[in-house]
């Protein structure tokens, strides 16, 4: 294989019911995966990415463990096809399904972590309430003004995800109060998202406490290939610093716009974006334009990739 490859896997936000069914029925491999899954869970997590519906499928504490779960199976499946990556990155909770692929986790653990994860965040949003906005347009030195000026009430940067696009977080109120700063300040475009809580904000630091807890019951391995971490766009050079980046990304910004930097300086030729939708795609080209990228999702995405890279 001639080119460096960039595995990276999306967080929630692009599940749709159906996701996985077609490697489920197409490999062995996949079909295990998906069986281990619903052992370890304890419930039928395929029939709710399979069937549905939609409403249950969006619940959190059943869409952390589809994406993560289609995001390796999609992953193993690739290497199995002898397309392995030499660098890897998660946005949010895909950095779970980037830690399996870079020998930090087990698919076992890293799913009982993305359940646990899913529930404190939950219950740390049902006592922190808040929302969260995307910001359009403006430089991202505006946006961090913006949010720091307002008044009483919480409300951060927690998505640097492209140029011109910021995601914000916090309190409802004060949200609501950047927002409508930022519509006066010039914003292209400002959408309050459809979400649970404040999250990677300050408001969620009960639960990455709790989750620190939580990791002493389970063993993290160095990692074999090189992995990115959201909450400082650094390499994460062993174990003890993979938990440390689990617990700081729960209430932390995701640099996902220096982590590609990152990537890209360190020689990644091709990226592919392992899971559903083709959002971190579509963020990377407003990043560098020239670099090229795929994802991986189902039958058809799998097999356009194996003929775009010749092995």
Same mark, same amino acid.
């Given at each position: ?12 936000? %692009? ?12 490999? @062995?491999?996949?079909? @295990? ?17 399979? $069937? ?13 463990? /589809? ?15 002898? &397309? ?16 399996? %692929?870079?020998? &930090? ?17 939950? $219950? ?18 505006? *946006? ?26 916090? $309190? ?12 006066? %300040?010039?914003?292209?475009?400002? *959408?309050?998202? +459809? ?11 009960? /639960?990455?406490?709790?989750? @620190?807890?939580?990791?002493? %019951? ?5 990692? *074999?290939?090189?992995? &990115?971490?959201?909450?400082?766009? =650094?390499?994460? +050079?062993?174990?003890? /610093? ?7 990304? *729960? ?6 716009? $220096? ?30 334009? =020239? ?21």
């Amino acid at each position: 294989m001639t080119k460096k490859i960039a595995f990276m896997f999306p967080g929630q936000g %692009a599940q749709y019911v159906g996701m996985g069914l077609e490697l489920h029925d197409k490999y @062995e491999l996949a079909r @295990e995966l998906f069986y281990q899954a619903n052992a370890t869970l304890g419930y039928d997590l395929t029939k709710v990415m399979f $069937e549905g519906p939609i409403e249950t499928l969006t619940q959190t504490q059943y869409t952390q463990p /589809a994406v993560f779960t289609l995001s390796v199976v999609a992953s193993l499946l690739l290497a199995g096809q002898g &397309i392995k990556p030499q660098i890897v990155a998660g946005h949010s909770l895909g950095e779970y399904a980037a830690m399996v %692929a870079s020998g &930090i986790l087990t698919f076992e653990t890293g799913l009982k972590l993305v359940q646990i994860r899913g529930q404190l965040l939950q $219950e740390s949003a049902a006592k922190h309430p808040g929302t969260m906005a995307a910001i359009i347009g403006l430089d991202d030195d505006k *946006v961090k003004s913006i949010c720091e000026n307002i008044k009483p009430g919480i409300v951060e940067p927690v998505n640097y995800n492209c140029p011109g696009q910021l995601v914000i977080a916090g $309190e409802t109120a004060a949200v609501q109060a950047a927002m409508a700063e930022a519509q006066k %300040a010039g914003a292209m475009k400002v *959408v309050q998202l +459809q979400v649970s809580g404040p999250f990677h904000s300050s408001l969620m630091k009960e /639960a990455g406490v709790q989750l @620190e807890t939580e990791l002493g %019951a389970f063993k993290l391995h160095d990692p *074999v290939v090189p992995i &990115i971490a959201n909450y400082h766009a =650094k390499f994460i +050079q062993h174990a003890a /610093a993979a938990k440390e980046a689990m617990v700081k990304q *729960v209430y932390s910004p995701v640099l996902w716009k $220096e982590s590609m930097g990152l990537l890209i300086d360190n020689s990644a030729e091709y990226f592919v974006e392992i899971g559903p939708g083709k959002t971190l795609c579509g963020l990377l080209k407003r990043i560098n334009r =020239k670099m090229p990228c795929s994802n991986v999702e189902n039958e058809g995405t799998l097999q356009e990739l194996l003929t775009k890279i010749k092995i």
